[in-house]
């Protein structure tokens, strides 16, 4: 059974610098795509960026220029540097871990982090 383990977050001021860090655990394909998403109060779960084994990138508009994601892929550890936070940036950020293993997908969740940014 795979497990994400996140860490960071927290309360910061507008215009503040955060990180997160979400550590897998488990069978991991080595091939995969890790990502954070986001959940802010009544509103949908949204991507805010995502980065495959090979480095590849793909980042939220709203979060771009903003926020880097980047791995570690000897710890299978994905990280989410988060700059000139905005209050709207406050959520519940949420790692994703997804890969295929015999052919079928496999997508697995962390419990989230709450980040709060106060204007």
């Known amino acids: 059974q795979v497990q994400l383990v996140e860490s960071g977050g927290g309360l910061v001021q507008a215009g503040g610098s955060l990180s997160v860090s979400c550590v897998p655990s488990?069978?991991?394909?080595?091939?995969?795509?890790m990502g954070w998403y986001r959940q802010a109060p009544g509103k949908q779960r949204e991507l805010v960026a995502t980065?495959?084994?090979?480095?590849?990138?793909n980042y939220a508009d709203s979060v771009k220029g903003r926020f880097t994601i980047s791995r570690d892929n000897a710890k299978n550890t994905v990280y989410l540097q988060m700059t000139s936070l905005k209050p709207e940036d406050t959520a519940v950020y949420y790692c994703?871990?997804?890969?295929?293993?015999?052919?079928?997908?496999?997508?697995?969740w962390g419990n989230g982090t709450l980040v709060t940014v106060s204007s």
């Open positions: 994703n871990l997804a890969f295929y293993s015999h052919l079928k997908y496999q997508n697995y």
């Open positions: 488990g069978s991991i394909v080595s091939i995969n795509t």
């Open positions: 980065i495959t084994s090979g480095g590849r990138t």
